[in-house]
């Protein structure tokens, strides 16, 4: 065994007393990950099944990248039902609101970071979009292009990254014409070692970022360029699988998230939508598919489609929803199919 | 009956290695709160490859290195901000006016402040007792990379670790 320095020695006895520190009770549940292993493996077995994962996620993603940009429903077209689905979906109807809406959203991208997804966070609060590849769980090393589109007017400033270190400013090529900058710990290196920022300004002078990772390609700023060159800035309503209706105007979506493939990585996507409705927390889940884990809350199957919805503070709902309670909310939920040309950005209706 | 054996091997190798693979993510993040999140996210990964995981060998190094990449995939992602609801907790523990303790305290805030790989190397390295060779293969990195990375954070720790042994000869 090589000698060890004596900071390293002090270390060693550091990190042991650190780790041998008080702790709270452990809260690792072993019943639990096998519930909820038990549930991915189900569902990796269909998804295999029905698909041929892999290609079929790329499709959905390609289909979904075409969609309209903007606009009533994306039922309105092309009525290409997929021959899968049991019956034509009940298209809602009447104004609504799609809480992922966003300022802009991927053009052109690298056929290995291909599932667009889009997410609403509540910090901050804003829809980002994020493509990725395909690999899924354990995998950590899934390519993934993040975007995100400040508001008109707001200029982004540098501050420090995660662990602290100092954000710099290396400028890029121009974008478009426009002013283009890396964000970087090192200025020698404008990739950051393969954890690259670009942040450029649109025609118009919105700003645009791109945080990308494990893109394994030799050239990483040729290709963020690229990508950044095919950003469309116009706003962007992503349709959704299902819609819901009925609900009081207080009614708020705190959390929306349309990942692909599915965060658990055994689908070609899954939606979840969180919503604060008076007191209480509503939790919906979609996926395509007939299964679900008993902890999932309750559940319906419709056009091949499944969602549940989980009610926190169940007490805490308004009176027009709280005697149906989670049963009653889902009866709300209309379920559009697996087929993205029926979905719809109506999809919040008071 | 093969899942019921399954689960059960399952469910005994977490209870004997659960509580060491909590200190691994706990070195990584600093917050118990988290480190449990972030082990319950790994034996559910760690739990749906069990039929290949058991064939490996090196049972313990393949969780390790699900609960590092899981810790390393979180930081890239803003995810974890979304799902951990916890406040940090170093001020949490009434019992922290012990000496050794606030010592502990100070490396854990100097860890924290260490960039995520950086310190999931030292971790690796001095909790976990890897070799620059192990630790190069747990993080898909290069010997070189480790052996960097390892200066970065030792250099960065110094003041802690200097500042500790102070206090040791003082008292």
Known sequence: ?350 | MTELRRDAAFTEYVAAKGPWLRKVAYLLCQDWHRADDLVQNSIIKLYVQWPQAERIGNLDGYARRVVVNTFLAEQRSSWWRRVVLHEPEYAGHADAGIAHVETSLDLADALGALPARQRATVVLRYFCDLSVEETATALSCSAGTVKSQTARGLDALRRVLDGRAAESAAS
């Open chain 1, 1 to 350: 065994m090589p000698t060890m320095s004596v900071q390293e020695q002090k270390l060693y006895a550091a990190i042991e007393e650190l780790a041998d520190r008080p702790a709270p009770p452990s809260a690792i549940d072993a019943d639990d990950a096998i519930r909820r292993g038990h549930r991915v493996v189900r569902r990796r077995r269909v998804a295999r099944g029905a698909t041929g994962a892999v290609v079929g996620i790329a499709a959905v993603a390609v289909a979904v990248s075409v969609l309209p940009s903007h606009g009533s429903s994306g039922a309105a077209g092309t009525g290409a039902a997929n021959s899968s689905t049991k019956a034509t979906p009940q298209h809602p109807s009447g104004p609504g609101t799609d809480p992922l809406t966003l300022s802009g959203t991927f053009g052109w991208l690298p056929t290995n970071v291909a599932n667009v997804g889009y997410s609403l966070h509540e910090t901050p609060n804003q829809v980002q979009a994020v493509a990725r590849g395909d690999q899924v769980l354990p995998s950590s090393d899934t390519p993934m292009i993040w975007l995100n589109i400040y508001p008109k007017g707001t200029t982004p400033t540098l501050g420090q990254f995660a662990g602290g270190n100092t954000q710099l400013r290396v400028n890029a090529p121009k974008v478009n014409g426009q002013t283009a900058y890396w964000m970087t710990e090192s200025a020698s290196d404008p990739t950051n070692a393969g954890d690259t920022w670009l942040r450029w300004q649109s025609p118009d002078g919105q700003w645009g970022e791109l945080h990308a990772y494990s893109l394994d390609t030799p050239d990483i700023t040729t290709e963020l360029l690229r990508v950044a060159a095919g950003i469309d800035f116009a706003p962007h309503s992503v349709p959704l699988p299902m819609s819901i209706s009925g609900l009081p105007k207080s009614a708020v979506t705190v959390e929306a998230d349309l990942d692909r493939p599915s965060l658990s990585g055994d689908g070609a996507w899954d939606l979840a939508l969180i919503l604060q409705v008076g007191g209480a927390t509503v939790q919906i889940s979609v996926d395509p598919g007939t299964q679900h884990s008993a902890d999932s809350g309750t559940c319906k199957t419709a056009n091949g489609l499944t969602a549940c919805v989980l009610v926190t503070s169940p007490g805490g709902l308004p009176t027009s929803l709280a005697k149906g309670g989670a049963a009653g909310i889902l009866d709300r939920i209309t379920l559009l199919g697996t087929d993205p040309a029926n979905w719809t950005t109506a999809v919040v209706q008071q």
